[in-house]
Structures are given as C-alpha cells and as structure tokens.
T-cell receptor, first 109, second 119 residues
Framework: GDSVTQMEGPVTLSEEAFLTINCTYT??????LFWYVQYPGEGLQLLLK?????DKGSNKGFEATYRKETTSFHLEKGSVQVSDSAVYFC????????FGKGTRLHILP | DTGVSQNPRHKITKRGQNVTFRCDPI?????LYWYRQTLGQGPEFLTY????????KSRLLSDRFSAERPKGSFSTLEIQRTEQGDSAMYLC?????????????????FGPGTRLTVL
C-alpha cells in the first residue's frame, strides 16, 4: 500500500541555518503531497501542499517540490528561526491521509 | 472560532471501561475523518464519513471501535472495553468535498485531539 518515509529526528540546528528534511513516498497513482506541522501544545496544521508533479508548495519560507521521478517531497527552508521548532510530518493522500512518522526539529538561538 | 472542535480534550479511564469522544467539524464541511496518533508516530487513518455515510474503515478499527455521524454534522467515536494499547491521541478532521470537482484534493482541517489514557 501507499507509504511515506521521512528522515528520523531529532534534527537540531542553529538559528539561520539551512534546513532540509527528506521525504520519499510510495504510491499507486499520483496523490497530493503535504507537509504538516505540529507546534508544541498545538494541533496539526497544514504547512504546504502540492497536488501534481513538479508543483512547488510554499508557506512561511518553507518549500517542497513534488518530484515524480525520485518520488520525493523534501522540505527546505533557507534560514530557520527558533519559532520553527516543531514536529514536521510528510504525508500523502486525496481522501484518507497517510503520514510519515514525523521529524522533530529543534532550533537553537 | 469556527474550527474543528473535539471533546473532551483529555480522558483517563480504567481498562475495560467504555469511552466516547465527540467531534464537531467546520459547519459547512461534508467529510469527517478520524485518526489515531500514538507517541512518536504520525497519525493513522481510522475511518471517514461523507455526510452521515461511513465510507471507509481501517483495519485498525477493531470491533470494539464504533463511529457514527447520525445527522451528518457532529461525530462520535466510541471505544468499548478499553485496553492499555488504546492509549493515544484521537484526532478528528473535516473537509469540504464536491462531486465533479476537477481535483480530488480536499484540504483537511484538524481538531486539537482527545488524549486518551487507559490505566
């Protein structure tokens, strides 16, 4: 069945560092791809999405591109901030959503 | 606030007891989803409704679990004879889906979850 694999955390970076969180997927067809974020003590929020191949999703300085050839949807940000500390989930689906296990990100001031 | 709401936010129960959770979706949303998230894992799909019809159930949803959405608005998730392995965060999400839409994508909005602890 469909699945998502993302890099394990925790990932610890200094403020203003470049961030990449890798995500690859296995799917029949071409489902929509997502990054969700869960800030401490808060609910799950959609960070960005891409609904077809070569689409780039972006929000709050984060970006991810739907790569059909490499079945990847890596999350990037050029300069992270302390407020970006959270758990990030890569996910896919157009009805039920299938999530990866999550990557905890710590940003140090 | 017009987001998805869930009650209670926390529930502690003893093994063998029954528990029921409620989810109130965004008012105009016709689809409602239940997920379960255990510590250190991503959410896992349990079931979803379109209006009052339950369209899909995961194999994770054992016979002890039942979900309803009687009037196509709020939904309840009941767990009978709870076990310690049922301890998790139960998440509800809703979305708006229209037949004939060009895109199959419909954004799901998540509630804050109900944290269940089974002692």
């Amino acid at each position: 069945g469909d699945s998502v694999t993302q890099m394990e955390g925790p990932v610890t970076l200094s403020e203003e560092a470049f961030l990449t969180i890798n995500c690859t997927y296995t799917a029949t067809g071409y489902p929509s791809l997502f990054w969700y974020v869960q800030y401490p003590g808060e609910g799950l929020q959609l960070l960005l999405k891409a609904t077809k191949a070569d689409d780039k999703g972006s929000n709050k300085g984060f970006e991810a591109t739907y790569r059909k050839e490499t079945t990847s949807f890596h999350l990037e940000k050029g300069s992270v901030q302390v407020s970006d500390s959270a758990v990030y989930f890569c996910a896919l689906g157009d009805d039920k959503i299938i999530f990866g296990k999550g990557t905890r990100l710590h940003i140090l001031p | 606030d017009t987001g998805v709401s869930q009650n209670p936010r926390h529930k502690i129960t003893k093994r063998g007891q029954n528990v029921t959770f409620r989810c109130d979706p965004i008012s105009e949303h016709n689809r409602l989803y239940w997920y379960r998230q255990t510590l250190g894992q991503g959410p896992e799909f349990l079931t979803y409704f379109q209006n009052e019809a339950q369209l899909e159930k995961s194999r994770l949803l054992s016979d002890r679990f039942s979900a309803e959405r009687p009037k196509g608005s709020f939904s309840t998730l009941e767990i009978q004879r709870t076990e310690q392995g049922d301890s998790a965060m139960y998440l509800c999400a809703s979305s708006s889906w229209a037949s004939g839409s060009h895109s199959s994508y419909n954004e799901q909005f998540f509630g804050p979850g109900t944290r269940l602890t089974v002692l």
